[in-house]
């Protein structure tokens, strides 16, 4: 009778979370379906069945705007992405290490400093990034969107790399001096290879959160030959309302590739940083 009721149990939590699932899948699924079906089909027939299958969204979205292709969209998204996640991973690895091997006066002081910047909301610190950039002439460039995350500006990857570092023995550390390791040797040798699954972590936030920003894309960029993807999604909604739904929905499922077989690769990385930084 256990066995059977725990059994019993097992479906009907295996069916409540496939349900939920599926709840979760539509809006994909329904953008998918959307996508291979003719304009004057998107919005009369809603369900995900695909009457009149059709590739034509795709080829009138991959046209793009201002005579530029959504290539050119992805190869700056790519770029930009690209750049950020190289930016985070140095920059970020190198304050946790700080932050958690070394001995320096007041590091207890700048580690609560870095995490007090968490509390600050972006639109606070919008107006003057904004206008130091003007200054600096960095406005309508990828410099905006990608500087600050070589300085170490994302303090929640520094402390998510802080935890897991401190869950490394020091013994290692010791074993490394004696063998003639100094601090830069310690980290590229020792720290750095046992933080991977931290480390992708990161790049796969990173990634993702730079991938699908627009608000700071949509401010810093003009030029229509710079446009990443959400800036090129957003421009074939047309405000008069002659938009082309189906070549928006054709590459928005474009723009989802990248991310899901980036996840899809790095999965179980990705399941193991989050797991043992939580753990540390």
Same mark, same amino acid.
């Given at each position: 009778m256990l066995a059977n009721g725990w059994r019993l149990e097992r479906v009907v939590l295996q069916v409540l979370v496939s349900v939920v699932a599926v709840a979760m899948l539509y809006p994909v699924l329904w953008l998918l379906s959307s996508s291979l079906k003719p304009s004057y089909d998107i919005f009369t027939d809603p369900s995900l069945w695909v009457h009149h299958l059709t590739f034509a969204n795709y080829v009138s979205g991959w046209k793009g705007i201002g005579g530029y292709t959504f290539a050119r969209f992805f190869l700056n998204s790519t770029v930009v992405a690209g750049l950020s996640v190289a930016g985070?991973? &140095? =920059?970020?690895? &190198?304050? =946790?290490? =700080?932050l958690a091997r070394l001995h320096f006066p007041l590091r207890r002081l700048w580690f609560a400093l870095v995490a007090m910047t968490m509390m600050l909301p972006f639109h606070v610190t919008l107006i003057p990034q904004y206008l130091i950039y003007h200054e600096l002439g960095w406005i309508n460039t990828i410099l905006p969107l990608v500087v600050p995350h070589w300085l170490g500006g994302d303090a929640f990857f520094i402390i998510m790399l802080v935890q897991f570092m401190r869950g490394i023995p020091r013994e290692l550390d010791e074993?490394?001096?004696?063998? #003639?390791? #100094?601090?830069? #040797? *310690?980290?590229?040798? *020792? /720290?750095?290879?046992?933080?991977?699954?931290?480390? *992708?972590?990161?790049?796969?936030?990173?990634? %993702?959160? /730079?991938?699908?920003?627009?608000?700071?894309?949509?401010?810093? &960029?003009n030029d229509v030959s710079r446009f990443t993807v959400p800036l090129g999604l957003n421009s074939m909604v047309d405000q008069s309302g002659n938009s082309n739904w189906g070549g928006l929905f054709a590459?928005?499922?474009l723009s989802l590739l990248p991310v899901v077989?980036?996840?899809? =690769?790095?999965?179980? %990385?990705?399941?193991? #940083?989050?797991?043992?930084?939580? &753990?540390k």
């Open positions: 985070n991973v &140095l =920059a970020c690895s &190198l304050t =946790a290490y =700080a074993s490394a001096r004696i063998d #003639g390791c #100094g601090v830069w #040797g *310690i980290f590229a040798k *020792i /720290v750095f290879p046992l933080c991977v699954p931290a480390v *992708i972590t990161t790049m796969l936030f990173t990634f %993702y959160w /730079v991938w699908d920003d627009f608000f700071s894309q949509m401010i810093y &960029l590459m928005s499922v077989v980036l996840f899809l =690769a790095c999965q179980r %990385y990705f399941v193991e #940083g989050i797991v043992t930084t939580g &753990l």
